[in-house]
């Protein structure tokens, strides 16, 4: 079963507006994880963050995390149109050995 | 360079053979997954294995196979048990448990199409 479930499922914004996507989760876990993909090609991490940590910024990514709510955010700001793909969010729960992903937020950055 | 391959991009079966998916990876890595991925669908689970000779079945194993000989190499065998192959693969590795070796690094896929 899917453990994250991004929202929203898909977005459209114009280049230079800042994307927020969502996701939430059901167990505990040890950490979060972002990814990006292109269509047609594999997953590229973004960003990581544990779950004792409740924002962490990359460049023109912030992620934040709020462990009593489930849930986590991934801001893209200054959005340009090559940020155009699916982001997944990604959890390993602390009681697994696996990781599973979310169905994934679609973005297309207009130019 | 270092990294993870699988092969072939693209692959074609007619119902009724097992076809076997290649990933390499060369990074030294002790866990391996694969996932399987529909069109505009995230990612499921199939197999992973986080040591050589041993392998877990993820959420949807029914139909698939897989062997973990060697650290380098995690080959997925679609059988003909698996109603619905058709679909895009997904190979990753990953360092390890616990600290900060938690990312995934991913193939970039084999597309099977049954025939």
């Known amino acids: 079963s899917q453990q994250g479930e991004e929202d929203p499922q898909a977005l459209s914004i114009q280049e230079g507006e800042n994307a927020t996507m969502n996701c939430s989760y059901k167990?505990?876990?040890?950490?979060l994880q972002w990814y990006r993909q292109n269509s047609g090609r594999g997953l590229v991490h973004l960003i990581l963050?544990?779950?004792?940590?409740r924002e962490k910024h990359s460049g023109r990514l912030r992620v934040t995390l709020d462990t009593s709510k489930k849930s986590s955010s991934l801001l893209i700001t200054a959005s340009r149109a090559a940020d155009t793909a699916s982001y997944f969010c990604a959890t390993d729960a602390d009681n697994n050995n696996d990781m599973r992903f979310g169905a994934g937020t679609r973005l297309t950055v207009k130019p | 360079d270092g990294g993870i391959t699988q092969s072939p991009k693209y692959l074609f079966r007619k119902e009724g053979q097992n076809v076997t998916l290649s990933c390499e990876q060369n990074?030294?890595?002790?866990?391996m997954y694969w996932y399987r991925q529909d069109p505009g669908q995230g990612l499921r689970l199939i197999y992973y294995?986080?040591?050589?000779?041993?392998?877990q079945k993820g959420d949807i194993a029914e139909g698939y196979s897989v062997s973990r000989e060697k650290k380098e190499s995690f080959p997925l065998t679609v059988t003909s048990a698996q109603k619905n192959p058709t679909a895009f693969y997904l190979c990753?590795?990953?360092?390890?448990?616990?600290?900060?070796?938690?990312?995934?690094?991913f193939g970039p896929g084999t597309r099977l199409t049954v025939l």
């Open positions: 294995s986080q040591i050589v000779n041993d392998f």
């Open positions: 990074l030294n890595h002790d866990a």
């Open positions: 963050i544990r779950s004792n940590e």
């Open positions: 167990t505990s876990i040890n950490n």
């Open positions: 990753a590795s990953m360092l390890g448990w616990g600290g900060s070796y938690n990312e995934q690094f």
